[in-house]
């Protein structure tokens, strides 16, 4: 059984910094890569970030140089940490792993961020 639990998410003012965590449990992350992706209101699912086994990451273009992606191997965590927040990055953010690198085998709950102009 693959859980994923996120954390981190709340409330910033723009130009602020968050640094969301999760958790996964289960043989997956030891073989898996591992993302995030978000949902903002009324739009679609989107990749934020991914990270291979190996550390071969992906980006989406609007958070390039501002979003980190990180991994835990021995902890089974993955990390993004984002810096210079805008408004238009408040979304559910939801942790998620795969055998691809754009993962999407299995989903945590989400968290939520939101960012104040």
């Known amino acids: 059984q693959v859980q994923l639990v996120e954390s981190g998410g709340g409330l910033v003012q723009a130009g602020g910094s968050l640094r969301l965590s999760c958790a996964a449990s289960?043989?997956?992350?030891?073989?898996?890569?591992m993302g995030w992706y978000r949902q903002a209101p009324g739009k679609r699912r989107e990749l934020v970030a991914t990270?291979?086994?190996?550390?071969?990451?992906v980006y989406a273009d609007s958070v390039k140089g501002r979003f980190t992606i990180s991994r835990d191997n021995a902890k089974n965590m993955v990390y993004l940490q984002m810096n210079s927040l805008k408004p238009e990055d408040t979304a559910v953010y939801y942790c998620?792993?795969?055998?691809?690198?754009?993962?999407?085998?299995?989903w945590g709950q989400g968290t939520q961020v939101t960012v104040s102009s």
């Open positions: 289960g043989s997956v992350f030891s073989t898996n890569a």
């Open positions: 998620t792993t795969g055998i691809t690198i754009t993962c999407g085998d299995y």
């Open positions: 990270i291979s086994r190996g550390g071969r990451t």
